[in-house]
């Protein structure tokens, strides 16, 4: 990956004639009443309000504002940090030889059991250096001087999340106005339209503006170069805007901005890119310019019909296979920040409608942020409007990058994983030179976060530095994908290489528990809680799915014997980190140390229920895993509380997995819908759709369960297009709380199982692209 996709991502923001009439109804589509955000005001907060469109490289916030038009860029790989930091950069990397300190940490454990967080960091620590951050890439601003001066009364801000479109219409002066603005991921382009229903009455200035000052922006013909260096890291980047209109007259003007005056319409294109690319040391590729050019190029020379439709086409064959209904009905005055406001917890059949959006939401925002070609969506998927956002708006890996995954297999856009494959697969290289010297073990490791520069070590945080299970953790999804999909070619040449890796990482570096002779992780630390201990619960479960996972690639690809006892014999001798404490709870560490009263955010050592697979509903171990949640409350930040959901429904209670779904939108949920932790962090989003999916299909045991967790609240409905381990889609009408019809089809020619109250269980020798009806 060099820069943007693959060299540059194109804003284009078509303010242009539609040209022809061509596909015209799939240019033109209806909007969707219950599929879009929609507002009566211009947005005034970046995190509250604006909303959010994307191509998965490239990204923009869209403000609707009236006298000028704001659109704030991101680029994802506009990061500094890194090769070449001023400071000098380590990836995290011990800076100087600690020869036994893993080893008297492991020592003093086997002594005294715990330690707190500050005495393993000052011992395995380091102050971080060089990390960086992600930038905004600045604002492009349209200022309209004859705007009106208040909010007209028809004002409407709005996002389709079925076409991907923001628009924003009023009337002035008798004049109706119109914007449009959409990020194409086919032209790498944001793309838009300005014009108004009286000839003549587009005018505008364009300009770029940013936090830093380091670029220069200039202004020939009809289009502006923006080019500059970070200053931290030298890291080149560059964006270039050209202007086309339809009547009028263009100015090019001496502080690097372009005016349109007097046009019917108008249209711009945006293309933007850097010269990082994701290789291993250096992170440098070529330079922007040829690539921004023709991108940019190649968006002025379409028209804007021609840009949306191919725009329409990409996203609506993504978006368009999933569809959701519980009988919502959004209320045609009411806007979405009011709609919000009154929710009450899924009574009526606007809360349903909010619902519903949420969930559609989330799928949403994953197409948007997350494309081939592109870095991964990080912890505010693209959209950053800050030089030092929170937690460096980077990849959080004790949960946070995983999470913004949990949806795309099953919510049908495994396409949505190319980079974060990608990003994983880059990990290794940097993270075996971390397992190497820090560990002096084969395989790979990264830590509690990570940056796109292979930032795989440690920094000083003490109750966020050390976590060298996110390597197994990661590996996860990639088996995932493999288990849904089916394709061997995947697992072999993809995820088994990453997974073996991992797995021999461990296989290193699993020891001998003194107190009963299992295997266990140590240090290990439950994250962000407590102390230090060996075999937390959460280290055992993520090595054991590991493990699992591996052992059953190895089988099917036919890798050595010797290494699948290998394997098979760490399984059999591992502490499988579920043990039941005192007052029957699912312990979260191997000496019960759990209290009834604590409501801390993280239930890490539920990972075996959720996203693992080692506990089955039903068993002992899913009831002191209810016990467990049921002492952690239903508060906590968005992220988990979207958690939750997940949880609830793979313990089969629909109903309070719905009350986490309704606490979230209540009190973690932002009028843009973006959810909050707070800060905005959008794994709450990601969560909160996978939690939905899981209250109606679920196959983590291989049987596909039809409505496992249907909440009270959900009395009929149905769903289309989700997606189950084995290879199936399937679709599901209910009524009275029951499955009335199933259809699947059949992905791939296999064996599926399916279990619902329609039929019983079955199993079916399924072939490729066959339907099966049940009803």
């Keep these: 990956m060099k820069g943007a996709a693959a060299g540059a991502a194109a804003l284009t923001t078509g303010l242009g004639p539609l040209g022809t009439a061509a596909a015209a109804d799939e240019a033109n589509p209806e909007p969707s009443d219950e599929l879009r955000l929609w507002y009566t005001t211009p947005a005034t907060d970046w995190e509250?309000?604006?909303?959010?469109?994307g191509g998965g490289a490239l990204g923009a916030s869209v403000f609707g504002t009236l006298a000028s038009e704001r659109l704030q860029l991101n680029e994802k790989t506009l990061w500094t940090g890194g090769p070449g930091a001023r400071s000098g950069y380590d990836f995290g990397n011990w800076r100087s030889p600690r020869p036994t300190a893993l080893a008297d940490i492991q020592g003093r454990l086997d002594e005294e059991t715990t330690l707190d967080p500050d005495t393993v960091a000052a011992a395995l620590g380091q102050p971080r250096i060089g990390y960086g951050a992600h930038q905004t890439f600045g604002d492009l601003h349209l200022d309209l001087p004859d705007a009106p001066a208040t909010t007209p009364a028809d004002y409407r801000r709005a996002l389709d999340l079925r076409t991907a479109l923001a628009t924003v219409t009023y009337t002035?002066?008798?004049?109706?106005?119109?914007?449009?603005?959409?990020?194409?991921?086919?032209?790498?382009?944001?793309?838009?339209?300005l014009w108004a229903e009286r000839p003549g009455s587009v005018t505008f200035t364009l300009r770029y503006t940013s936090p830093r000052t380091d670029f220069t922006a200039?202004?020939?013909?009809?289009?502006?170069?923006?080019?500059?260096?970070?200053?931290?890291?030298?890291?080149?980047?560059?964006?270039?805007?050209?202007?086309r209109h339809d009547g009028g007259t263009l100015t090019a003007n001496s502080d690097g901005s372009l005016t349109v005056t007097g046009a019917d319409s108008a249209s711009f294109v945006l293309a933007a890119g850097t010269d990082y690319a994701d290789t291993y040391p250096d992170y440098r590729g070529s330079d922007p310019h040829p690539a921004v050019t023709a991108a940019v190029d190649r968006a002025a020379a379409r028209d804007h019909a021609a840009l949306r439709a191919r725009h329409l086409r990409d996203h609506r064959a993504l978006f368009d296979r999933v569809a959701l209904d519980i009988r919502q009905t959004p209320p045609p005055d009411v806007p979405t920040d009011q709609l919000l406001k009154r929710y009450a917890g899924g009574a009526t059949a606007a809360d349903r409608a909010l619902e519903a959006l949420f969930f559609q939401y989330g799928r949403y925002l994953l197409i948007a942020s997350s494309r081939p070609g592109s870095l991964p969506a990080n912890l505010q998927g693209v959209w950053n409007q800050s030089t030092s956002p929170p937690w460096s708006a980077d990849y959080h890996v004790n949960i946070n990058l995983q999470m913004n995954y949990w949806l795309a297999e099953a919510a049908n856009l495994a396409e949505t994983t190319a980079p974060y494959d990608r990003f994983v697969a880059a990990l290794r290289a940097?993270?075996?030179?971390?397992a190497k010297e820090m560990f002096g073990s084969r395989g790979w490791v990264v830590h509690n976060e990570t940056n796109p520069y292979g930032f795989t070590g440690v920094h000083d945080w003490s109750t966020a530095f050390w976590f060298p299970e996110a390597a197994a953790w990661l590996t996860a999804q990639l088996y995932e994908h493999y288990r849904f999909g089916g394709s061997t070619d995947y697992l072999r040449t993809t995820a088994y290489p990453l997974m073996k890796s991992a797995a021999e990482f461990w296989?290193?570096?699993?020891?001998?528990?003194?107190?009963d002779n299992t295997l266990v992780v140590t240090p290990s630390y439950s994250p962000e809680h407590g102390d230090f201990s060996a075999g937390a619960a959460m280290s055992q479960q993520i090595v054991h799915d590991l493990l699992t996972n591996t052992l059953e690639a190895a089988g099917t690809l036919g890798d050595t014997a010797s290494f699948r006892k290998q394997l098979s014999d760490a399984l059999e001798k591992l502490d499988p980190g579920l043990r039941i404490g005192s007052w029957g709870q699912l312990q979260e560490w191997k000496t019960d140390l759990d209290s009834p009263t604590d409501d801390h955010r993280h239930v890490s050592h539920l990972y075996a229920l959720h996203p693992g697979r080692q506990i089955e509903p039903g068993s002992?171990?899913?009831?002191a895993a209810k016990v467990s949640l049921t002492a952690r409350g239903d508060g906590g930040t968005g992220w988990s509380k979207a958690w939750k959901i997940n949880f609830w429904a793979r313990l089969r209670d629909g109903d309070h997995a719905h009350k986490m779904l309704a606490e979230q939108l209540k009190a973690s949920t932002l009028p843009n819908l973006w959810d909050t932790h707070p800060p905005f962090q959008i794994d709450g989003n990601f969560g909160?759709?996978?939690?939905?999916?899981?209250?109606?299909?679920?196959?983590?045991?291989?049987?596909?369960?039809?409505?496992?967790?249907?909440?009270?609240?959900?009395?009929?409905?149905?769903?289309?297009g989700l997606r189950a381990r084995g290879g199936a889609t399937v679709?599901?009408?209910?009524?009275?709380?029951?499955?009335?019809?199933?259809?699947?089809t059949a992905n791939r020619t296999c064996r599926l199982a399916l279990r619902s109250t329609l039929f019983g269980e079955k199993t079916l020798k399924a072939v490729a692209g066959r339907r099966y009806v049940f009803d």
């Design 48 to 53: 509250r309000e604006s909303l959010p469109i």
């Design 172 to 193: 002035h002066r008798d004049t109706v106005h119109h914007r449009e603005f959409l990020a194409s991921y086919p032209d790498a382009v944001l793309a838009g339209r």
């Design 218 to 243: 200039t202004a020939t013909g009809d289009r502006i170069t923006v080019r500059g260096q970070l200053a931290d890291n030298g890291l080149t980047f560059e964006a270039q805007i050209r202007v």
């Design 430 to 434: 940097p993270g075996e030179r971390t």
């Design 507 to 515: 296989l290193d570096n699993l020891r001998t528990d003194p107190r």
């Design 620 to 623: 002992t171990w899913a009831d």
């Design 688 to 720: 909160a759709t996978s939690g939905v999916v899981e209250m109606l299909l679920q196959s983590q045991f291989d049987v596909i369960e039809i409505l496992p967790a249907l909440p009270a609240s959900w009395p009929e409905g149905s769903v289309r």
């Design 731 to 744: 679709d599901i009408e209910w009524a009275a709380g029951r499955a009335t019809r199933v259809v699947v």
